[in-house]
């Protein structure tokens, strides 16, 4: 989970797992490895509200009423003046990905993660199709060097879309014991 095609959540630009180490995320998203990107473009579609809690603090069991209390919990602290009646399943919709495929509609992009960017250091740039391009360079730095491959290359697939619905029919029943 990380990222964003669309802005972020620590600034405007970057997404805050990337934020924190945007030069670590490069490195990930450069190492022509098979890589999943799940942004908040997507987990802030999927927000668990007052129903599923309600529905989590009615079950007897023990995991049940720990994750209803956890969710109260959440729900009543201080979001750092964001809406307190939902909480973005970030993680959970991550890991549930990884259970049922299905929840993800995904596409191609070539993602590169800015790592100099005095104000969108941390931010994830997307490309769904070629040519990719760089920033002119400013005067005084040297020109870049133009690229002679210009077809589209890649490196991770990334959530486009969402099933909500899905997500919660998954993520509810196993933890209420219905």
């Given at each position: 989970m990380?990222?964003?095609?669309?802005?972020?959540?620590?600034t405007p630009a970057a997404e805050f797992n990337l934020y924190v180490d945007p030069e670590a995320a490069r490195i990930v998203f450069d190492a022509g490895i098979p890589l999943t990107m799940v942004g908040l473009d997507v987990t802030e579609k999927v927000l668990l509200g007052e129903e599923h809690v309600?529905?989590?603090?009615?079950g007897r069991s023990p995991i049940s009423q720990a994750a209803g209390r956890i969710m109260r919990a959440t729900l009543t602290r201080a979001h750092h003046g964001t809406d307190a009646t939902v909480i973005a399943m970030h993680d959970p919709l991550t890991v549930a990905s990884l259970i049922?495929?299905?929840?993800?509609?995904?596409?191609?992009y070539y993602v590169e993660v800015e790592t100099e960017g005095e104000l969108?250091?941390?931010m994830?740039?997307?490309?769904?199709?070629?040519?990719?391009?760089?920033?002119?360079?400013?005067?005084t730095a040297a020109p870049l060097q133009p690229d002679a491959d210009t077809s589209?290359?890649?490196?991770?697939?990334?959530?486009?879309?969402?099933?909500?619905?899905?997500?919660?029919?998954?993520?509810?029943?196993?933890?209420?014991?219905?």
């Open positions: 990380g990222g964003s095609l669309s802005g972020g959540n620590i309600q529905v989590l603090e009615r049922d495929p299905k929840l993800l509609k995904l596409a191609d969108t250091a941390g994830t740039v997307g490309y769904a199709h070629a040519p990719v391009r760089y920033s002119a360079p400013m005067a589209f290359h890649p490196n991770a697939r990334v959530a486009v879309g969402v099933d909500a619905e899905r997500f919660f029919n998954l993520l509810i029943p196993r933890l209420s014991g219905a």
